[in-house]
């Protein structure tokens, strides 16, 4: 028993070859010179290769060719080293020249350094502060000085 006639397997045989020229024609399109060889690129990963390697090369040179250049300003200070009013090995007892209030809970104290003297405190330091009033045990806390001879101080 026959589940098609010739009269449709014409009609379906007609319809899948006219798909199939259409894409054919389509595919013939997109590849027309697919049997010549792909163009070949020229070397710009050799031109960015070089560019890399002269600015390392530069910034190598210009690195090592600086040299430190200290001002007579500086190398006279330097050679005049004034002693430090701080120091390690213990307290020192300093006078408060001036209290000038910030805000209402911060006020600026200024002490005097001894005649002479340098505060002599590196960067990022902190100077231990201890007082003591009569009959009372002994306050200390650490402050980090806002310039060499002020504080600034929250209440």
């Known amino acids: 028993m026959r589940f098609t006639s010739p009269a449709m397997t ?5 319809a899948t ?29 050799l031109l960015v290769a070089a560019l890399i390697g002269a600015g390392i090369a530069g910034g190598i040179t210009y690195n090592s060719a600086q040299t430190k250049i200290v001002p007579q300003a500086v190398k006279q200070v330097i050679a005049e080293k ?7 090995e213990g307290f020192v007892t300093l006078k408060l020249a001036e209290i000038e209030p910030i805000t209402h809970n911060t006020s ?9 003297h340098v505060a002599g405190l590196h960067i990022a330091s902190c100077v231990v502060v201890k ?18 001879p002020s504080f600034l101080i929250k209440k």
């Open 82 to 88: 004034s002693p430090s009013a701080f120091s390690n």
């Open 17 to 45: 070859q006219s798909r199939m020229i259409n894409q054919k024609q389509t595919f013939a399109g997109l590849r027309q010179y697919s049997t010549g060889q792909e163009p070949k690129k020229t070397g710009s990963k």
């Open 131 to 148: 007082h003591a009033e009569e009959g009372a045990k002994p306050i200390i806390r650490p402050y980090t000085p806002v310039s060499a």
């Open 108 to 116: 600026l104290f200024r002490f005097e350094l001894p005649k002479g």
């Open 10 to 14: 014409g009609a379906l045989r007609a």
